[in-house]
């Protein structure tokens, strides 16, 4: 819209007011208002962009600087919405393929501990009065619906435990590296994650060259941007 709106002649101000009251984003309304204070003040958009860097992204805001200077602002813009959409699709096929493989999973672990719970113990009596030795399975199982039945808090809190031990640990850059490393690893889905990082890689580069952003300051911005978990951002 923001391209669309410059190549139709509307100056930069009045597209960025145009642009915030359309938004049905209140946050996104509020930056564009901000920004839209500071264009009025004669700072460039790709600075007052800049202020807002949870909203903008550095590749947005270097992309605008990069249109500023080259005189293709509208160009640019139009190469980001490009980029964007397809980056939206991408990330849409690649949790539409995770979604199902992960879904039958935690629905697997869910069954599975509701016969330890409700299913089995209906059977613990009946095997009591069984005199033969029961196979190793069998006395697995009973073990296993006994521990869950009387410690299933202690299952609760070792996941808990595990799930704060990860965002821990993605905090440090030298065990983020590693679960990275053994994300990229991983059987089957290690190498879709690994193509979609490739594609967004050569895809932001692509972007960044086209609108002339120096090849150091590319890389700067790719290295921020290429992650191999799948967040909004």
Known sequence: QFSTLLKAGVTVVDSTNILASQT?????????????????????????????KKVFTPMFINMVYAGE???????TLERLATYYEKQHRTR????????????VGVMAIVVVIFMLVKIVP???????NYKASLPAVTRLVLSASGFMQHYWW????ILIGVYVLLVVLRKNKTSKFYLDYALLKF??????VQKSIIARMTRTLSSLFSSSVPILQALSI????????????
């Open 187 to 192: 059987p089957i889905f290690g190498k879709l």
């Open 92 to 103: 849409q096929k690649v949790r539409s393929a995770l979604t199902y493989p992960a879904f």
């Open 69 to 75: 200077a080259g005189g293709n602002l509208d160009g």
């Open 154 to 157: 202690l299952v609760v809190l």
């Open 24 to 52: 049905s984003s209140k946050t996104l309304k509020k930056t564009l208002l901000a920004v839209e204070e500071d264009l009025r003040g004669g700072i460039p958009l790709s600075q007052a962009a800049a202020k807002h």
């Open 122 to 128: 209906t059977f613990v009596s009946m095997l009591k």
């Open 222 to 233: 790719v290295e921020a941007i290429v992650e191999p978990t799948f967040r909004t951002s």
